[in-house]
């Protein structure tokens, strides 16, 4: 008699009662399938039926058994228009990147832009945008994912950066600088011709989606000898520079009405 299969932990029990422990279910895949993932369930015969003693082997797909991408993607999709004001040939430049999948590097001081253009152009192309606001304690898992417990038990679920790579999203990496290199790192198989990404934690090799492009910010003001990245880094994007226009010209005041002084005016 087959034992159910229900999420993990991955469980067989015998005509006795006894169970199999989890590590004997697991095996692994030929060479056709090594892109995907799958767990060996057994189970024994019942001998009062005329079934075999012998183990016997059923594959079943190991997307069933984690729950690898719990994060809705329409979520992240922008509908509405954003605003923002084009002031060269910034659009065409990331539509040709975007094109070849090229990372890019988005350089320029802070309020200048640099997040707004990447919601406009994920607006304009139509794809959902994850965005990670980096930080010195961020760690390699708060980006590709980590073992959680939860009612099943230990269940893989997918960082921001791995939902966008599974998902064929923009992963807006802002403020790159300030993550630890050692994270950063990480980036780095996903930025040349092999875009990939391996999870080591979980023995997996996620082959990025043929939408997916990654995008970075970077500040070269705050750029530090602790903090800045490494050349290696840098020379795998396409960098684009963004400046800070000057302010618009305001009206002048009227000449027969005087100016109002800020305690004048109202919250409008």
Same mark, same amino acid.
């Given at each position: 008699?087959?034992?159910?299969?229900?999420?993990?932990?991955?469980?067989a029990?015998?005509?006795?009662?006894?169970?199999?422990?989890?590590?004997?279910? =697991?095996?692994?895949?030929?060479?056709?399938?090594?892109?995907?993932?799958?767990?060996?369930?057994? *189970?024994?015969?019942?001998?009062?039926?005329?079934?075999? %003693?012998?183990?016997?082997?059923?594959?079943?797909?190991? %997307?069933t058994?984690?729950?690898?991408?719990?994060?809705?993607?329409?979520?992240?999709?922008? *509908?509405?228009?954003?605003?923002?004001?084009?002031?060269?040939?910034?659009?065409?430049?990331?539509?040709?990147?975007?094109?070849?999948?090229?990372?890019?590097?988005?350089?320029?001081p802070?309020?200048?832009?640099?997040?707004?253009? &990447?919601?406009?152009?994920? *607006?304009?192309?139509?794809?959902?945008?994850?965005?990670?606001?980096?930080?010195?304690?961020?760690?390699?898992?708060?980006?590709?994912?980590?073992?959680?417990?939860?009612?099943?038990?230990?269940?893989?679920?997918?960082?921001?950066?791995?939902?966008?790579?599974?998902?064929?999203?923009?992963?807006?990496?802002?403020?790159i600088?300030?993550?630890?290199?050692?994270?950063t790192v990480?980036?780095?198989?996903?930025?040349?011709?092999? =875009?990939?990404?391996?999870?080591?934690?979980?023995?997996? !090799?996620v082959?990025?989606?043929?939408?997916f492009? !990654?995008?970075? /910010?970077?500040?070269?003001?705050?750029?530090? &000898?602790?903090?800045?990245?490494?050349? %290696?880094?840098?020379?795998?994007? &396409?960098?684009?520079?963004s &400046?800070?226009?000057?302010?618009?010209?305001?009206?002048?005041? /009227?000449?027969? =009405?005087?100016?109002?002084?800020?305690a004048?005016?109202?919250?409008?």
């Amino acid at each position: 008699m087959r034992a159910p299969i229900a999420g993990s932990p991955i469980m067989a029990r015998s005509a006795t009662g006894g169970h199999i422990p989890q590590g004997m279910g =697991r095996g692994t895949a030929g060479p056709g399938l090594r892109h995907q993932r799958w767990v060996a369930v057994f *189970w024994f015969g019942m001998p009062s039926m005329g079934h075999s %003693s012998v183990p016997t082997v059923e594959r079943v797909n190991a %997307s069933t058994m984690c729950n690898e991408s719990t994060m809705d993607l329409r979520d992240y999709r922008i *509908w509405a228009e954003p605003y923002y004001r084009t002031i060269g040939d910034e659009n065409r430049l990331f539509e040709a990147a975007f094109a070849d999948r090229m990372p890019m590097m988005l350089k320029g001081p802070t309020g200048c832009g640099k997040t707004r253009f &990447v919601e406009f152009m994920a *607006w304009r192309l139509g794809r959902p945008l994850v965005t990670v606001a980096c930080h010195e304690d961020m760690t390699a898992s708060d980006l590709v994912g980590r073992f959680l417990l939860d009612a099943q038990g230990t269940v893989w679920h997918d960082g921001p950066l791995t939902v966008a790579v599974r998902h064929g999203a923009i992963c807006y990496l802002d403020e790159i600088v300030e993550a630890r290199q050692d994270t950063t790192v990480l980036i780095h198989p996903l930025t040349d011709d092999r =875009r990939i990404m391996p999870l080591e934690k979980k023995g997996e !090799l996620v082959h990025a989606h043929p939408d997916f492009q !990654l995008v970075i /910010s970077y500040n070269p003001g705050y750029q530090s &000898v602790l903090k800045d990245l490494k050349e %290696s880094t840098k020379q795998r994007f &396409v960098p684009l520079t963004s &400046v800070i226009l000057p302010p618009r010209s305001r009206p002048k005041s /009227s000449p027969t =009405r005087p100016a109002s002084t800020p305690a004048q005016r109202g919250p409008w």
